[in-house]
């Protein structure tokens, strides 16, 4: 069973999504809004959205039936945004470890894990926000939106729904370790492919080869092959 709600206005789903399930019953909750005014990212960075253009969503997953390690879990959950958004852009979509999505070289989906205990239950709150209908972004010159990338308006609120009802159908069961992490690599934006990346404050040229089970990305450098936990790295691109 799962539920989907909606607040007019909110400052961050995956905060707001805790008073949702202090009443509610269901191994799938989720909360969305079109106007998020503090939206969080990975590792404490902000997410900012522009009001009526984005969606802002948070779908809580009950950890009771949920048997495989954090990090599959954050690999196979950027696995189902990533194929859902291929489904309707019809194009090619990547995953930019650890899990943002990108479509046509421009980012339009940011995804936050975190683990909460409400209530007595234990849950992945998993947020994620989608650039849909904007098309200026300004100063970031790395973000787009389903709207800049593939020419098309979609509408929000099915788009939500859409969304809400895939991701909860999809969590229900979670493939095996090594399905996950062969499907992620399959996906990893820019593998085998030589980019630029900053690493303790100095720019290198290396080759992103694969995500490993620990979540840790490894790299090919002039030096050799070396292992990476996020924020220990950036790709440049």
């Not at 909750?29 to 984005?54: D, S, V």
């Given at each position: 069973?799962?539920?989907?709600?909606?607040?007019?206005?909110?400052?961050?789903?995956?905060?707001?999504?805790?008073?949702?399930?202090?009443?509610?019953?269901?191994?799938?909750?989720?909360?969305?809004?079109?106007?998020?005014?503090?939206?969080?990212?990975?590792?404490?960075?902000?997410?900012?959205?522009?009001?009526?253009?984005?969606?802002?969503?948070?779908?809580?997953?009950?950890?009771?039936?949920?048997?495989?390690?954090?990090?599959?879990?954050?690999?196979?959950?950027?696995?189902?945004?990533?194929?859902?958004?291929?489904?309707?852009?019809?194009?090619?979509?990547?995953?930019?470890?650890p899990n943002d999505i990108i479509?046509?070289?421009?980012?339009?989906?940011?995804?936050?894990?975190?683990?909460?205990?409400?209530?007595?239950?234990?849950?992945?709150?998993?947020?994620?926000?989608?650039?849909?209908?904007?098309?200026?972004?300004?100063?970031?010159?790395?973000?787009?939106?389903?709207?800049?990338?593939?020419?098309?308006?979609?509408?929000?609120?099915?788009?939500?729904?859409?969304?809400?009802?895939?991701?909860?159908?999809?969590l229900k069961n979670v493939p095996?370790?090594?399905?996950?992490?062969?499907?992620f690599n399959d996906h990893l934006?820019?593998?085998?492919?030589?980019?630029?990346?900053?690493?303790?404050?100095?720019?290198?040229?290396?080759?992103?080869?694969?995500?490993?089970?620990?979540?840790?990305?490894?790299?090919?450098?002039?030096?050799?092959?070396?292992?990476?936990?996020?924020?220990?790295?950036?790709?440049?691109?």
């Amino acid at each position: 069973m799962s539920q989907l709600f909606y607040l007019k206005e909110c400052s961050s789903t995956n905060d707001e999504i805790s008073k949702f399930l202090l009443y509610e019953n269901s191994d799938f909750i989720g909360l969305h809004t079109f106007n998020q005014t503090k939206g969080r990212g990975q590792y404490g960075n902000i997410w900012t959205q522009t009001a009526g253009k984005n969606l802002a969503y948070t779908l809580a997953v009950n950890t009771q039936n949920i048997l495989c390690s954090d990090f599959i879990f954050n690999y196979y959950t950027a696995i189902i945004v990533r194929d859902f958004l291929a489904k309707l852009a019809d194009h090619d979509v990547k995953i930019k470890w650890p899990n943002d999505i990108i479509l046509k070289g421009k980012k339009i989906v940011g995804i936050l894990i975190e683990k909460r205990k409400i209530n007595q239950n234990n849950y992945f709150i998993i947020g994620a926000g989608i650039n849909v209908l904007q098309e200026n972004f300004n100063e970031i010159s790395n973000a787009g939106s389903l709207l800049t990338q593939t020419g098309q308006k979609f509408a929000l609120e099915e788009l939500s729904l859409s969304f809400h009802e895939y991701l909860s159908e999809k969590l229900k069961n979670v493939p095996s370790d090594q399905t996950v992490l062969n499907n992620f690599n399959d996906h990893l934006f820019r593998k085998d492919e030589i980019s630029v990346f900053e690493i303790e404050k100095e720019r290198q040229n290396g080759i992103i080869r694969n995500a490993d089970i620990r979540g840790e990305l490894w790299i090919e450098l002039e030096e050799g092959m070396r292992s990476f936990y996020h924020k220990e790295v950036k790709l440049l691109y």
